[in-house]
């Protein structure tokens, strides 16, 4: 799996960056007074900030990330130069990636993937788009309004037959599984899960996953170094986990062979395990494996 991602062209923050944020910009944007600063936002008239304040982590504030090419110049700033943003184009490559090649690896054609959380579905119609084996994806996001343009997305990428949405909370998975799945996407969503409801929707979507099949999900550190500004001026509360913290909630309900997959910035991590014919205790194959 790890040649899968090696020609991957990730975007990287320069030495001086670094060094600029970890110094001047991270502290400056962690410690000015939250009031200023939301006034300054609001003065600039930032869809990011906006979109995050209507709707923490929403879809909206992704997509304007990942286009990387915002009207206003305080956005092009925060998204250009944002840890976050910047990491969160790398994991937008680096699940794609994985999960096209998951999809050229599923048993048989079209690959059923479900996407928990999806949003308009980006990931997941890059990926369709980059298999040469065909699929069919079903997307579960508790907003609708990301669905007019999902489906816009879908249709511009050629993809509208294959892609239907579900508006529900992935917290309720279980009652929407009318079918087997060979491939679960929860690409952005753990972080605004509780460690129970992680587990929950795991023995949900096991049982619908036949031995063999994959889950790719991700991890977020605290590296981006702006938490406390993510906190204070958009109401932003991510659950950082690392990946081992993850897989001990999968593997008690029957997922092993985790593989880690790390973005450049050291921010997010995909993983991939699979769904495990027995138990993980019996197996006894669940040692943690990091791609190089
Ligand atoms: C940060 S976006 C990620 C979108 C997409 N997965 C991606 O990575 O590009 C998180 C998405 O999860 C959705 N979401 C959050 N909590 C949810 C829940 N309990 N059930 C379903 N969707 C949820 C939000 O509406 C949003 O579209």
Redesign the pocket.
């Known amino acids: 799996m790890e040649s899968w991602v090696e020609d991957i062209e990730f975007e990287r923050l320069s030495i001086p960056a670094r060094i600029a944020k970890k110094l001047l910009i991270n502290p400056l944007a962690n410690y000015l007074p939250a009031a200023m600063v939301k006034g300054l936002l609001r003065i600039c008239k930032s869809e990011l900030a906006l979109s995050n304040w209507r709707?923490p982590?929403?879809?909206r504030?992704?997509?304007i990330s990942?286009d990387g090419n915002p009207e206003k110049g305080i956005d092009k700033m925060l998204v250009t130069s944002g840890s976050i943003p910047t990491a969160?184009r790398n994991?937008?490559r680096l699940?794609s990636r994985l999960i096209a090649r998951l999809i050229d690896h599923a048993p048989h054609e079209p690959a059923h993937v479900l996407?928990?959380?999806?949003?308009?579905?980006?990931?997941?119609t890059d990926a369709m788009g980059q298999a040469e084996h065909d699929s069919v994806a079903t997307l579960?996001?508790?907003?609708s309004d990301?669905f007019d343009y999902g489906r816009r997305q879908a249709a511009e990428r050629g993809l509208s037959e294959r892609v239907r949405f579900i508006q529900?909370?992935?917290?309720?998975?279980k009652g929407m599984l009318d079918k087997q799945v060979d491939l679960v996407?929860?690409?952005?969503?753990c972080?605004?899960?509780e460690d129970e409801?992680i587990t929950s929707i795991a023995r949900a979507v096991a049982e619908v996953m036949p031995a063999g099949t994959s889950i790719v999900f991700?991890s977020i550190s605290k590296r981006h170094g702006t938490d406390r500004f993510f906190r204070r001026v958009f109401g932003l509360h991510m659950i950082h986990r690392s990946p081992q913290q993850l897989q001990e909630l999968l593997e008690p309900v029957g997922f092993g062979e985790f593989t880690v997959f790390a973005e450049p910035l050291g921010v997010y991590n995909i993983v991939v395990c699979k769904r495990l014919a027995a138990p993980a205790a019996e197996t006894g194959n669940n040692t943690p494996k990091e791609a190089e």
């Open positions: 709707d982590g929403g879809w504030s992704m997509v990942y969160l994991r937008r699940a996407c928990l959380g999806a949003g308009p579905g980006t990931i997941i579960v996001d508790i907003s990301a529900g909370d992935v917290r309720d998975v996407k929860m690409v952005g969503i972080e605004y899960l409801q991700n």
